[in-house]
């Protein structure tokens, strides 16, 4: 086998249905019995997924179905399935997250061409179920690229990773590289994907590979919390063998392409100090995150314009002692 197709899930046995049958008939289709597998973790599911998965028992494909005596959480349960991959590249998938025919047969395609290449970054278009409807591509208009190892690919891919279905990486070292920096977040496929560009070179791919399902908070079993979980993404940044500058950059691009801190939660002014005081932002985030939001009038409070006012006074005056230009 060269491919395990990972899938976490939780009460979602229609969904799961859907999605087996889908990877079943691709798999069949492309001739690849020997190549894919597909491994499901059960978080303890208290529907009918067991006997759903057991009815693929006669499939063709490889099928491995593994299930917990207790919910976990979402993260643990991403991590426990990683750990019983044994293939050499691994895709994450969402349990309603559904992949375009194609997708699987060429990321085959690239592993074989590119020995280098060490992760592949799907783009994706929202589907809401409740509606039957479509929305637009997380990246319109976008070119496949391929992108060297080093931290441009880290930069370029690292926000994109935050949607875990469709990334396909190496699986060697990341859990356990995961796990010596004592982490513990609801997003460690980013700091997978940041690992492995930084050793690897990165495909993304620019046309629509996946649909993602969108549905309300309420049907999911975790939360957003009171920072738009922007604190959980940071340490993946911050765990990375990178420069403390070049970790700010990370923090920067991100919040350019997904400012979930100003909608993930329902006090914006409480998310945004709690961005500000968290452990996992560099100093040169935490500036970056006061500018933008002052410029964006999002923060109707005072004690954020007086933690701006000390932190601008502080890179004046490393700028007027070094002689040296700061630029954000």
Request: hydrophobic share 35%; aromatic share 14%.
């Amino acid at each position: 086998m060269k491919l395990s197709i990972l899938i976490p899930t939780y009460n979602r046995c229609q969904d799961l249905k859907k999605n087996l049958d889908m990877l079943s008939r691709y798999i069949i289709h492309d001739g690849l019995e020997t190549e894919v597998c597909i491994l499901v973790s059960d978080n303890a599911s208290t529907d009918i997924t067991p006997s759903i998965v057991q009815s693929f028992t006669d499939s063709k494909v490889h099928i491995e179905y593994y299930r917990h005596n207790q919910n976990f959480g979402y993260s643990k349960n991403v991590l426990y399935i990683l750990s019983k991959a044994t293939t050499d590249w691994v895709m994450l998938l969402g349990d309603d997250d559904y992949l375009e025919a194609w997708y699987i047969q060429e990321c085959l395609n690239q592993i074989e061409k590119h020995p280098d290449l060490g992760c592949i970054i799907a783009n994706y278009m929202d589907y809401f179920p409740a509606t039957n409807e479509y929305g637009k591509l997380r990246e319109e208009n976008c070119e496949t690229e391929y992108y060297k190892a080093g931290f441009d690919a880290c930069l370029k891919n690292i926000w994109r990773a935050h949607q875990l279905s469709g990334l396909c990486f190496r699986r060697a070292n990341v859990v356990e590289e995961y796990y010596n920096r004592k982490m513990d977040n609801l997003y460690p496929q980013m700091f997978f994907v940041g690992y492995n560009s930084l050793k690897y070179d990165v495909i993304h791919f620019g046309e629509k590979c996946l649909m993602v399902s969108k549905i309300s908070q309420n049907q999911k079993d975790w939360n957003y919390g009171e920072d738009g979980l922007v604190n959980d993404i940071f340490e993946n940044f911050i765990n990375l063998n990178l420069s403390y500058k070049q970790k700010s950059y990370l923090e920067f691009d991100f919040l350019n392409h997904s400012p979930r801190y100003i909608w993930a939660t329902n006090n914006t002014n409480l998310a945004i100090e709690k961005i500000l005081s968290g452990s996992n932002t560099t100093f040169l985030g935490r500036y970056y995150i006061a500018h933008r939001i002052l410029q964006e009038n999002i923060y109707s409070g005072r004690k954020l314009r007086f933690c701006f006012y000390l932190i601008a006074r502080f890179v004046l005056l490393r700028k007027l002692f070094s002689g040296k230009s700061i630029s954000l």
